[in-house]
């Protein structure tokens, strides 16, 4: 999508700390850390959020759950614990129109969802 942030930074046009990456999928460090560790994990096709998503992106769904599962364990938050949150619409405060994973850790959270 032509004025999509997150496609332009799975394009390399805008710069990001990537974590892990692969045919499908993008990880990269968010630039306002809520966290020790927060990353997003972004499909590379340009998905809107849950709601857009078709039939056909079944596969790349999980897939991004797998890859938030990866830079957990890369993160080596996996015995500390993680959460995995994805922002939905106006009350959500989903900031961006690109559905990404919050990969969250490195630290205990309380009540908050992200
Ligand atoms: P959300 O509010 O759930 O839509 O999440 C969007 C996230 O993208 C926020 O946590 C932002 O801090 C993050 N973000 C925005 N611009 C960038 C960027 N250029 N590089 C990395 N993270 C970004």
Redesign the pocket.
Known sequence: MNDC??CK?AAGQ????KVYEDEQVLA???????APV?V?VIPKKHVSGWYDAKDEDDALLAHMMRAAATVAKMENIVDSGFRV???CGAD??????HL?L?VLGGRAMAGEM?
């Open positions: 942030l997150f930074i805008i710069p990001s700390t990269f460090r968010d630039i306002a850390p809520q927060h997003l949150v994805s922002n959500a405060q989903q900031t961006v129109k990404h919050h992200a």
